[in-house]
Every structure is written in C-alpha cells, then in structure tokens.
C-alpha cells in the first residue's frame, strides 16, 4: 500500500510548488497526497487533479488530530507567523506523533541553535526542530538558506537609487537557495525511502557569493549599476528607521545581515543534487528570469 504524503501549508508558495513535485516530477499518485491550509477554497483548483484537500492550522491544535488522521509522512511548511509560530510547530508535532505519523519534513532555518543567536527569528526553529528530536521520528530537516525571491523584495528601491546598503561585513559569503529548489528538495525528501533517517540538511545553492558579487550579477542582468555601501549597524539602523521602514524590518535586516556576517550561510552544500538528483539553480538564472519583475 503506498504512504499518504501531507503537506502543510499548501496554499503558500513553497507548498504549492512541493505538491505540484509530487505529483509532476516525482510520480506520486495524487490520491496519496493532501493539501493542507487554512483556507481549503485556496486549493479550489488542486482538487480536481485528485489530491485531497484538508483544513490544517497550525492555530487550531485541538483540529490537528483529525487533519493528521492516517498520514504516514508530513511536510511541516513553518509558517510565516514570525515570533508567534513555534507553539503552533509543536502541536502540529505533537499532533503528528498522536495520530501515528510515520516521519516528519521540516522546513527550518540555516543552523538555528545556539544561546544569543543573531538571527531574531532562530528561537521558532531551533525550538521547533527540538519537539522533533524529542518526538521520536524520524526526520529530515531542511535548514533551507535565503531564497533568490527575498531579492524581490530587497532589490527594487537598491535598483531606483544605485546604493545598496548593508551592514553585512565586508567579505560575507552567502549561498542563496532558489525557492523552487527549496520545493524540489521537500517534495524529494517526503518521497526518498525512509529508513529510520534522523537527517538534517543544509539546503543551499551551488555558490556562496558575497554581496557585491550578487550586485555585479543584477548589474548584468538588469543593465542597472549598483553600488555597494557598508555601514556600522547602527548606522543602517538609523538610516533605515529616518527612511520610515517600520521597526520590525529593520530589526529584520539587521539580524539577517548579522547572520550571514557570521557566515551561518557561507557554505554551499551538496544537499539539493542529493536529494533531487539535480544542480541547485545559479543566481544568475533567477535575475533573467524574473528580469520583468525587477525593471519592468
Ligand atoms: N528561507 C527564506 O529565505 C524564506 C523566505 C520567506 C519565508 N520563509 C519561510 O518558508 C515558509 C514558506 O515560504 P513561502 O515562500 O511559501 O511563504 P508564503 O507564500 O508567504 O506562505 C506562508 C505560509 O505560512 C503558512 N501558514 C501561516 N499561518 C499558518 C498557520 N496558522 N497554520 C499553518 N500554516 C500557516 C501558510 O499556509 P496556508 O496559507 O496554506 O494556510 C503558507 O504556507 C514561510 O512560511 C516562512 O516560514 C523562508
């Protein structure tokens, strides 16, 4: 009998790229897979493919018994509710390990441990992927690195003024990860054959690239210059708040920058070619496609 596969958030990006991988790449029978959301009508159009769809919110703990009922393998999508998630992650544990779950996929952060960690969201993951160790199952984290996409929504006002701020050291490597492969490597890692894995994988792109390397590649792409501007982060922190961005990005910025300047995401792995059998997507391919959404 073959396993039934959910996954959580399904109407989010991420998980509705991991259940189109199920069913296009990865040959899975759509009958074994359920979306879960919070709003099933979001997934009005995944239904008449033969994939279930269920109510799951992360929120409503005491419906989480139900909406695990007979699933051997869960996708955990860690929401975006940042700061408020992690008693929600661990129901949705506790919850799999009650209703028999067979292991868990976890979508977690670059290594999120450690006392005074900089970045201010690690506390969710680090917090999230403990109830998994202490379930008991097995498991395989996705610890994935930035996604290309974040540079969506950084790049724009960089690219209308030439200047790219940053409180990123200089010399800073970063392996940013597309979001597809990202997706790809989840759909992988619910379909591989499970032994009694406990494994946690660094989900990276093929190239650690510093900062200016990544503007001289938008530069190239997009026909834009681009300066690169290090600053103290106080500095940044001022600008930014002068600039009217609200306190919660800038405390945001600033611990992302504080994280890779401690080179928590300096180091490619070969995570995504392992579990997919394909080469993480170059940088560089991102900026030509989605050329339109950055210069119009
Ligand atoms: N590595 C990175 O650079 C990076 C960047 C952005 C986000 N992330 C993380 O990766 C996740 C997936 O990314 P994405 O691009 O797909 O984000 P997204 O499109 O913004 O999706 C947000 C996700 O959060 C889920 N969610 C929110 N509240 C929930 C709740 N109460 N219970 C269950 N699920 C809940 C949503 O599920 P439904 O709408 O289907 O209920 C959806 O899957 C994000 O949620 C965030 O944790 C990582």
């Given at each position: 009998m073959s396993e039934k596969l959910l996954v959580t958030g399904a109407a989010g990006k991420l998980g509705r790229s991991v259940v189109a991988y199920l069913v296009e790449e990865f040959g899975i029978d759509p009958a074994?897979?359920?979306?879960?959301?919070?709003?099933?009508?979001?997934?009005?159009?995944v239904g008449p493919g033969g994939v279930a769809v269920r109510t799951v919110d992360f929120d409503k703990p005491d419906d989480?018994?139900?909406?695990?009922?007979?699933?051997?393998?869960?996708?955990?999508?860690?929401?975006?509710?940042?700061g408020t998630r992690l008693a929600g992650h661990?129901?949705?544990?506790?919850a799999a390990t009650a209703a028999g779950v067979k292991g868990i996929v976890?979508?977690?952060?670059?290594?999120?441990?450690?006392?005074?960690?900089?970045?201010?969201?690690?506390?969710?993951?680090?917090g999230t992927e403990a109830a998994i160790f202490e379930s008991g199952l097995p498991y395989r984290i996705l610890r994935n690195y930035w996604y290309h996409e974040n540079l969506l929504r950084t790049l724009p006002p960089v690219l209308k003024s030439g200047a790219w701020y940053t409180a990123e050291a200089p010399g800073t490597r970063v392996a940013y990860v597309a979001r597809e492969d990202c997706a790809r490597a989840a759909a992988a890692a619910l379909v591989r054959p499970w032994d009694h894995d406990k494994a946690v994988y660094d989900i990276t792109g093929g190239e650690a690239l510093t900062i200016e390397e990544v503007a001289a590649l938008a530069t190239k792409a997009l026909g834009k210059p681009i300066n690169v501007v290090h600053l103290s982060p106080e500095t940044l922190a001022?600008?930014?708040?002068?600039?009217?961005?609200?306190?919660?990005?800038?405390?945001?910025?600033l611990s992302m920058d504080a994280t890779n300047?401690?080179?928590l995401l300096s180091t490619p792995s070969d995570a995504v070619e392992q579990l997919t059998g394909r080469e993480p997507r170059p940088?560089?391919?991102f900026f030509e496609v989605n050329r339109a959404a950055f210069v119009g």
């Open positions: 074994d897979i359920v979306a879960g959301t919070r709003d099933p009508a979001k997934l009005d159009d989480l018994a139900t909406a695990f009922a007979g699933i051997d393998r869960l996708l955990i999508v860690s929401s975006d509710a940042i661990k129901a949705a544990v506790a976890y979508t977690s952060a670059p290594n999120p441990h450690g006392a005074s960690h900089p970045l201010i969201f690690a506390g969710d993951h680090a001022s600008a930014l708040k002068v600039a009217g961005v609200p306190e919660f990005v800038v405390a945001l910025t300047s401690a080179g940088l560089s391919a």
